[in-house]
């Protein structure tokens, strides 16, 4: 058994079909199907059974594609770790951002390839759900998130607090600070993730804190649509301060509210015990500051 006999399985084992690991893997069928019954009797085991159309991981299977993806991904870190070393800085780094914190990228973006001109980009946006399983899934390395997350599996950089803010449409009359009580009969607009406990929950428990069910008539997980729902007088959005330097204000009104105990708390996060690129611990190094201490 070799490396390339582990990645013809495993390959094989997600696609779920002969036919389309080779297409995949840029090879005829006959061959790939011949690697897989040579793995199968090297080790004396059925890997992969036909159900329907499919093929499916015994549980044999299952074991071995679980170890063999482990394998993989090391064997890419380590090439990736020896061209580094060789080669100097130079790739692609992947990085996922809430739309809510996009504004922690442009200019460091700008400045990094200043720095680096040989590294590109590859951006990913999502809720911090999404992108904590796109970080799991090596399909980025670094990812900016809001919490709360659960963070059992990743190493963390903790970011500024952000306070809540109101933001309502432009009106010359409307005060620029306000009570959260001041909020009760108004018709508010949340952000909400597509799964699991975040920004929403947090809002809620802060309008219970001061006696009151928020009247929530829309929640949506796109801080840029609830800001046009804002515009057209629907009702009265609660984002962290900083989501709107990632949007145009124009047609709002943005009012602090002075006794609302809850703030935003964000985040940079990264697989724990995996190698982390030189990229990436470059681009790392442009948010730390002498209070930010990694936390894994």
């Known amino acids: 058994m070799d490396i390339r006999q582990i990645r013809y399985f495993a390959t094989i084992a997600e696609e779920g079909q002969i036919t389309k690991a080779a297409k995949k893997l ?29 093929l499916e991981l015994t549980e044999a299977g299952k074991v071995l594609y679980k170890k063999a993806k482990h394998l993989l991904e090391q064997m890419e870190e380590t090439v990736v770790e020896v061209k580094e070393v060789g080669d100097g800085l130079k790739g692609v780094l992947s990085i996922g951002s809430v739309k809510t914190c996009f504004s922690y990228i442009p200019e460091r973006f700008l400045h990094f390839r200043e720095k680096y001109p040989r590294v590109k980009f590859r951006l990913k946006e999502g809720d911090s759900s999404l992108l904590a399983n796109y970080v799991k899934q090596r399909e980025v390395e670094l990812a900016i998130v809001r919490l709360p997350l659960e963070m059992e599996e990743f190493s963390y950089l903790p970011l500024p607090a952000d306070p809540f803010v109101a933001v309502m449409p432009e009106n010359p009359r409307t005060p620029t600070v306000m009570q959260m009580k001041e909020l009760s009969g108004m018709p508010l607009m949340l952000l909400h993730r597509v799964s699991g406990v975040g920004l929403y929950e947090l809002v809620i428990n802060e309008c219970k804190r001061h006696d009151f069910e928020p009247n929530i008539i829309c929640e949506c997980p796109d801080a840029a649509m609830l800001l046009s729902l804002v515009r057209t007088g629907l009702g009265t959005a609660l984002l962290p301060k900083s989501t709107l330097l990632s949007f145009p204000t124009n047609g709002l009104q943005i009012v602090e509210i002075e006794d609302c105990t809850i703030q935003s708390e964000s985040a940079i996060i990264w697989l724990k015990d995996r190698y982390l690129s030189k990229k990436a611990e470059r681009f790392l190094n442009t948010f730390r500051t002498a209070e930010m201490t990694i936390n894994s």
């Open 26 to 54: 840029h090879m005829a069928q006959p061959p790939l199907s011949q690697q897989l019954k040579s793995l199968e009797e090297e080790l004396g085991v059925l890997l992969l059974e036909r159900k329907g159309r499919k």
